[in-house]
Structure formats: C-alpha cells, structure tokens
C-alpha cells in the first residue's frame, strides 16, 4: 500500500458487499481518496455524476457531511430496476436519507440550474460515454459539469486509465473485448488532463493513483461479475501484471 492512509473507509472491511455495491476498482478507499483530494467540506452540496448503486454516495455524505446528489441513468444490470432505487435504499441503511438524493437523469443533459453545487464527483462513469459515443459526447459531459458548479467549485474525475507505455503486444487480444473493451475506453492521464483542461478547468492536480494495482486486485477478487467469469477481467489483470492498467484521477477548478 501507499502511504495514502485510508482513516475512514478502514471502517467497512466488507469487501464483498462494498464491491457488489460499487462499480469498478477502488470501492470506498477510492471514494475517501477522492475526498481528500477534492477537500470536501461539511454543510456543501456534491453531485456524483454516474453514482451506480450509490454506495459511494452515502459513504461521502456520512463521513463527509455534505449533501449529496446522485445521478445514473442506467438500470441496475441485474435486478433491472433503476440505479437511483438502490441508492435511495442504501441512504437508509447508512442512515443518510435526510443528505441523499438520488435521480435517473444522465450528463451531458442533467436539467440543473447553472452553478448549482460546490463539488462534482466522478468515478469509473464518464469512460463508458468515451467508449460508446466518442470523444465529442464526453467533452460535453465535461462542459455540463463545468456548467453546473459553482465559480471556484472542485471536481473531481477518477477513471480506469492506461499508464503512459505501450500497449504489450501479449496483453492487446484481452483489452480489445467485444463489450466496452479497456483498449478503447482507457486513456492516459495526459490525454484525460487535455480533455479536462479544454472543458474551461484549472488543474489542481493529476496522476495515477499510488494504490491503483492493490485496487484492480481487489475488484478481480471481490467484484461479483469477476466471480463469474474469472476468464475475463481478472485473466486480463493476470496477464497484465501491473504492467499498462491503471487507475488515474484529476483533481480541477471552476475559475473565480
């Protein structure tokens, strides 16, 4: 591990209901890194952009006090219902409903008023809009987001991301999968940034996360559909090593 100390998410230590939960590597470690990052602060409103089952969601606004709004358009993939009812039911079990707000609407069209809240959060969403309509659909997403803070707001982007190498030769036929293939939805951090820093963002920070690998290990354990087909995913992060998958972030401002 890094010298990151995870002092709030050490709390939750069940790793096979926090992956079933959340979507993606990283799970609430991700969630507290993010926030400590973003300098979240109690009494502030935050928007997470493509909050899946809202895990992270609640875990923000218990451990960080802010009142959090949830968006996903998506329904749940297997249970069919939308993904905003399964946030709404676990901002009960975190004894959080007072500070959740869940709703189905998507970016780059979210319907709120301009400079609406003080932080955007964003995690393992905005590479499945790059993947499936391109590179123009996404930096609307970006703009939209740009659009909805408030000057001087703090967003705060983490994706599954390639390190700045070669793709290896023996790794490209388990990244070019037929479903949003990790060839085409990841991206540098270079890139990522020039995206960001095009939308109208001032860049506080970007990098690759220092526990990028312990959380890529932990999805392949934990995650359920890695259960399922162990052949996938996980296969790929065998054959990886560490080598080109990553997991990056970019911490930006709304200027003044």
Not at 86 to 108: C, M, S, T, Y
Request: proline share 5%; hydrophobic share 35%.
């Amino acid at each position: 591990m890094s010298g990151f100390q995870y002092h709030k998410s050490k709390k939750y230590t069940d790793y096979g209901n926090i992956y079933e939960q959340c979507s993606g590597p990283g799970g609430l470690q991700l969630a507290e890194f993010m926030a400590e990052k973003m300098g979240l602060a109690a009494g502030k409103k935050l928007l997470d952009v493509g909050s899946n089952r809202g895990y992270q969601t609640c875990f923000l606004a218990k451990e960080y006090g802010v009142f959090a709004v949830g968006i996903d358009p998506w329904d749940d993939r297997v249970q069919g219902n939308p993904m905003v009812e399964h946030l709404r039911e676990n901002a009960k079990q975190w004894n959080v409903e007072d500070f959740v707000l869940g709703i189905k609407v998507g970016v780059p069209e979210t319907h709120f008023a301009s400079s609406s809240f003080d932080y955007v959060y964003s995690t393992t969403a905005l590479e499945m809009v790059r993947v499936s309509q391109g590179i123009e659909a996404y930096l609307k997403c970006l703009e939209e987001i740009y659009r909805v803070l408030k000057s001087g707001g703090i967003f705060g982007l983490g994706e599954p991301m390639h390190l700045d190498v070669k793709l290896p030769s023996d790794l490209e036929p388990y990244v070019s999968q037929e479903d949003y293939p990790w060839k085409e939805c990841f991206r540098s951090i270079s890139e990522t940034t020039q995206l960001v820093r095009s939308a109208g963002f001032e860049i506080i920070e970007a990098d690759y996360a220092p526990d990028a690998r312990q959380w890529w290990m932990a999805y392949a354990m934990y995650d359920p559909f890695c259960k399922q087909k162990p052949g996938e995913d996980p296969k790929t992060l065998e054959i990886d090593r560490g080598r080109w998958t990553s997991f990056g972030y970019v911490i930006c401002r709304k200027d003044m």
